[in-house]
């Protein structure tokens, strides 16, 4: 079956440190794959997307995400956290038109 | 461009009752998708849209629910009766639908309906 797994239920940084929220997903292809963000009160908002063009994939806010085939990973990291990051992340990965999400990251950054 | 909208954006209803939910997708955007969170849980796929045609519903959970896209645009969820584990965040997501052949494509969420039965 299909599935994406988040490996942290709960990521916290300090204000300016780097932020990795891990992802993986099985699968016997390469699927799409997206990371979503969800602030408080507000809906998914697309990060960034893998479509097998290059495998580092700049996405918006300064995110990136790297795939890695070998490891059928897709973590998305930041070099510098900002207050305005704390958010929930979603990692999905679309088979056919279907996304399949992971249960989710709660990202907290302290001050 | 306005984005994906939900209405309303809380509900809250006894078990038993009706509800309908409602969602306005991007204009232009052939492609809608519902997909619900249960407290606590993953966001799930429930079924996808083409114009008016459901291409895929393979994630109803069961026939208390029922999806209509009436002339390709609006489309509205209705539970009937509710039940208390239809509690969730209800989204819905639309899509242009002209991606790259063999890849998913990107999907626009709307803000989402909370759901609470008691």
């Known amino acids: 079956a299909q599935s994406v797994t988040q490996l942290d239920s709960h990521v916290s940084v300090s204000e300016g440190t780097p932020v990795l929220l891990r992802c993986n997903y099985s699968?016997?292809?390469?699927?799409?794959l997206f990371w979503y963000v969800q602030h408080p009160n507000k809906g998914l908002q697309l990060l960034l997307k893998y479509t097998s063009a290059a495998t580092l994939v700049k996405g918006i806010n300064g995110f990136e995400a790297e795939f890695k085939k070998s490891e059928t990973s897709f973590h998305l990291t930041k070099p510098s956290a900002h207050m305005s990051d704390a958010a929930e992340y979603f990692c999905?990965?679309?088979?056919?038109?279907?996304?399949?999400f992971g249960a989710g990251t709660i990202l907290r950054v302290k001050s | 461009e306005a984005g994906v909208t939900q209405f309303p954006s809380h509900s809250v209803i006894e078990k038993g009752q009706t509800v309908t939910l409602r969602c306005d997708p991007i204009?232009?955007?052939?492609?809608l998708y519902w997909y619900r969170r249960v407290m606590g849980k993953e966001i799930k796929f429930l079924l996808h849209?083409?114009?008016?045609?459901?291409?895929?519903e393979s994630g109803m959970p069961n026939n208390r629910f029922l999806a209509e896209r009436t002339g390709g645009t609006y489309s509205t969820l209705k539970v009937q009766p509710a039940e208390l584990e239809d509690s969730g965040v209800y989204f819905c997501?639309?899509?242009?639908?002209?991606?790259?052949?063999?890849?998913?494509?990107?999907?626009?969420f709307g803000p989402g309906t909370r759901l609470t039965v008691l």
């Open positions: 204009s232009g955007h052939d492609n």
């Open positions: 699968s016997s292809y390469s699927p799409s």
């Open positions: 999905a990965a679309g088979y056919g038109n279907k996304l399949v």
């Open positions: 849209f083409v114009k008016e045609s459901k291409q895929d």
């Open positions: 997501a639309s899509s242009q639908g002209y991606g790259l052949a063999g890849h998913t494509d990107t999907q626009y």
